[in-house]
């Protein structure tokens, strides 16, 4: 079946630090998703991609479909405590949404 | 507007007893699919309905079943329930190619 991967699986960073983390697959994807979850809460959305190459903000986040439209990545800016949670990535094609493992955020103050 | 909405918030159930989660769409959305997601794991891909029938589904087995009713909200059910499908249960409502994700329903079988 369709697997995405995301890397790194966790990551400690100081407050104020960039973060940088991305989302393999061996498929194709038409649309890639990134979500945060915080504990016992459903994802957020956080950025939506539609077209290959395309890079979108939201804030202090920018996401990028990569150009073979089998990964993608997600970058924080200047991160702050509130960044902490689990980042998924989900790639779509047709009616399938198909979820990467997660990377869990820990920010130190 | 209301985003996607699920009922109950937690609950607890035994092994072999059938359980019955309810969830809302976003306004504005018809389609809406269904997530196990178990501890520390991405969401697990259940079922998806769009216009009241079951549009695709997951590796799930048979005990699990759905319903879509004509305002586009949902149910989940799950019979003879087991252990291992003590979880989070997502509900997600789309439009296009973008999906919202419900606060999720905690089912705890002992």
């Known amino acids: 079946g369709q697997q995405l991967n995301q890397s790194p699986q966790s990551m400690f960073i100081q407050e104020g630090e960039d973060v940088s983390m991305n989302c393999t697959s061996s498929?194709?994807?038409?649309?890639w998703l990134w979500y945060k979850q915080d504990p016992g809460e459903g994802p957020v959305l956080l950025i939506a991609?539609?077209?290959?190459?395309e890079l979108t903000s939201n804030g202090r986040l920018t996401a990028q479909f990569g150009i073979t439209r089998k990964d993608s990545f997600l970058n924080i800016s200047a991160s702050i405590p509130s960044d902490v949670g689990i980042y998924f990535c989900?790639?779509?094609?047709?009616?399938?949404?198909?979820f990467g493992p997660g990377t869990r955020l820990s920010v130190l103050p | 507007d209301a985003g996607v909405t699920q009922s109950p918030t937690h609950l607890i159930k035994t092994r072999g007893q059938q359980v019955t989660l309810r969830c809302s769409p976003k306004?504005?959305?018809?389609?809406v699919s269904w997530y196990q997601q178990a501890l520390g794991q991405g969401p697990q891909f259940i079922f998806q309905?769009?216009?009241?029938?079951?549009?695709q589904r997951g590796n799930f087995p048979d005990r699990f079943s759905g319903h879509q009713f004509p305002n586009y909200s949902s149910e989940l059910n799950v019979n003879a329930l087991l252990l291992g499908d003590s979880a989070l249960y997502l509900c997600?409502?789309?439009?296009?190619?973008?999906?919202?994700f419900g606060p999720g329903t905690r089912l705890t079988v002992l």
């Open positions: 997600a409502s789309s439009w296009a190619d973008t999906q919202y």
């Open positions: 498929s194709i994807f038409n649309t």
């Open positions: 991609l539609y077209k290959a190459g």
């Open positions: 989900a790639g779509q094609r047709g009616q399938n949404f198909v």
């Open positions: 306004s504005g959305h018809d389609t």
């Open positions: 309905y769009y216009e009241e029938e079951e549009r």
